[in-house]
């Protein structure tokens, strides 16, 4: 099969009738390539630092550095690759400018930078989303919530591992995928709908990991306005509902278009978006913690912690109870907190209908500490003693 030759030149798509091709200097979607630097600079920078916030409160404030953080980091670095790739096929004019009006080699090139964007950017999309699974799973001991975890889990990881698959050996040789010239001939499934299908599990398992913390949330003991706050929280940390949507809509008209280095270009743009925001929401659980410990009157909290506090690197929890009405309750300031407290016996907790549990905290000063030290300073302990029923 012979492709169009416009001007001496093969192109992958003919141009319009009575279209003047230039290919010195191409009609470039200009602002939509402008918006995408100056996007990409403002919200890298943004993930990177609430990246950085996570890395220092596990790392330094908790001293917990868990498996999510190596998940959220590694998402980070697949993230650059992704975003990269788009930022290659802008700034060499591979994306935002028509098929017509560049050699059928730079739209092959257009097609690599873009199947690698999505390779990279699929599994960004699966460490991040697993980042908030390991995060929901620790907060609660209920049989039927963990095992809510795991399904959640299992479904944005088995169906993006499907769709990546299916990108990558989506023609027969694989090559066919990106090669305009090899396409021809070449055995390949209908691409469009894994692109549908891998945006519409994008926006399903948006929606369950909005969902799924929220009856935990209620089971707090707290004031309404708490409640809302916290849920407000796992709204924000589920805004990549939203991009997954408009990236959706933009893509269904653009995949039937056979100018696709142009149609593609504002789609990509909305990949940059979500990636950023990906790292945004997966390092949000340790905010309200490193914001407590760093900057204390940016949530109203005009108290230190004292030195021995310090030395030992806790962080400085306010109250509130967590606990089913058949379990055992403790106070803590969010959910995070929670998860890291040093004296939260999580496996005595019940899943309700296991047996009712009484709690008994004690406070004051041991035997053993007045012995050693007669003064008791720094001395003050507590523990929390529960008595299964």
Same mark, same amino acid.
């Not at 269904?252 to 790292?279: F, T």
């Not at 379990?327 to 004296?343: A, I, S």
């Given at each position: ?202 926006? +399903? #398992?948006?929606?369950?990991? !909005? %969902? =799924?913390?929220? /009856? ?6 707290? @004031? ?17 509902? +939203? #991009?997954?949507?408009?990236? !959706? %809509? =933009?893509?269904? /008209? ?6 696709? @280095? ?128």
């Amino acid at each position: 099969m012979s492709f169009p030759v416009v001007n001496g030149i093969e192109v992958a798509v003919p141009p319009p009738s009575g279209y003047r091709v230039d290919f010195e200097n191409p009609l470039t979607d200009a602002s939509m390539v402008r918006n995408a630097y100056w996007i990409f600079g403002l919200e890298f920078a943004i993930a990177t630092a609430f990246l950085g916030q996570r890395m220092y409160t596990n790392a330094v404030i908790l001293r917990k550095f868990l498996i999510d953080d190596y998940l959220i980091l590694f998402a980070w670095v697949l993230s650059i690759a992704a975003q990269s790739c788009l930022l290659n096929a802008y700034s060499r004019k591979l994306l935002g400018v028509h098929a017509w009006e560049m050699p059928i080699d730079n739209n092959t090139q257009a097609n690599l930078l873009v199947m690698c964007t999505t390779l990279t950017y699929i599994p960004t999309t699966i460490l991040s989303k697993l980042t908030l699974c390991f995060f929901y799973y620790r907060l609660s001991p209920s049989l039927w919530y963990q095992y809510s975890v795991y399904f959640t889990g299992f479904v944005c990881s088995a169906s993006l591992v499907g769709i990546w698959f299916s990108v990558l050996f989506a023609c027969k040789p694989i090559a066919a995928g990106w090669d305009v010239r090899m396409s021809v001939g070449a055995t390949c499934i209908n691409r469009p709908p894994i692109y549908i299908t891998q945006a519409a599990f994008g926006c +399903i #398992t948006d929606v369950m990991l !909005l %969902v =799924l913390p929220i /009856p935990t949330v209620i089971g707090l003991q707290m @004031s309404t306005r708490q409640k809302l706050g916290l849920v407000g929280l796992f709204a924000i940390g589920s805004i990549t509902l +939203i #991009t997954s949507i408009v990236r !959706l %809509v =933009l893509l269904l /008209p653009s995949l039937s278009n056979p100018d696709q @280095s142009w149609s593609l270009a504002e789609g990509c743009l909305w990949v940059i978006i979500e990636a950023n925001l990906l790292i945004m929401c997966g390092s949000l659980p340790t905010l309200r913690v490193f914001l407590k410990n760093v900057a204390p009157r940016v949530l109203g909290d005009k108290s230190t912690r004292k030195g021995s506090e310090e030395q030992s690197g806790s962080a400085n929890f306010g109250l509130h109870t967590f606990g089913g009405s058949n379990g055992p309750r403790r106070k803590f300031d969010t959910l995070v907190e929670l998860e890291h407290d040093t004296h939260f016996n999580r496996v005595s907790l019940r899943p309700e209908g296991m047996g009712k549990t009484d709690v008994n905290i004690y406070s004051g000063r041991s035997d053993e500490s007045l012995e050693n030290n007669p003064t008791g300073d720094n001395d003050i302990y507590e523990y929390v003693a529960y008595d299964e029923k």
